[in-house]
């Protein structure tokens, strides 16, 4: 995993661990969630720059130099790509 991969695991680790220890010691009303959704309701705008950074993650990004292109099974059957089912399957002599 990359530094960056690392650095926003951790983060969001220790959201979800004070997101724990806060509902435990004070309730639900104090956690993270609650929060997001207050702010949320007063400023819309955050609601949206939260969902646009967030959704850009997962955005396409053509591979890097060397990097395995991958194509999502339905796709290559659409285009005749042959398939291994015995990748995504177990036969029971498995």
């Not at 396409?60 to 395995?68: C, H, N, T, V």
Request: proline share 6%; hydrophobic share 45%.
């Amino acid at each position: 995993m990359s530094l960056t991969g690392i650095i926003i695991t951790g983060i969001l680790i220790t959201i979800a661990l004070y997101d724990l220890v806060v509902v435990v010691k004070h309730g639900v009303g104090c956690s993270v969630s609650r929060f997001m959704q207050k702010v949320g309701f007063r400023s819309p705008i955050f609601s949206f720059v939260t969902g646009a950074i967030i959704g850009h993650f997962w955005l396409y990004m053509p591979p890097e130099e060397g990097q395995e292109v991958i194509i999502p099974v339905e796709i290559k059957v659409q285009l005749g790509i042959p398939v291994d089912c015995k990748v995504f399957y177990k036969t029971p002599d498995q």
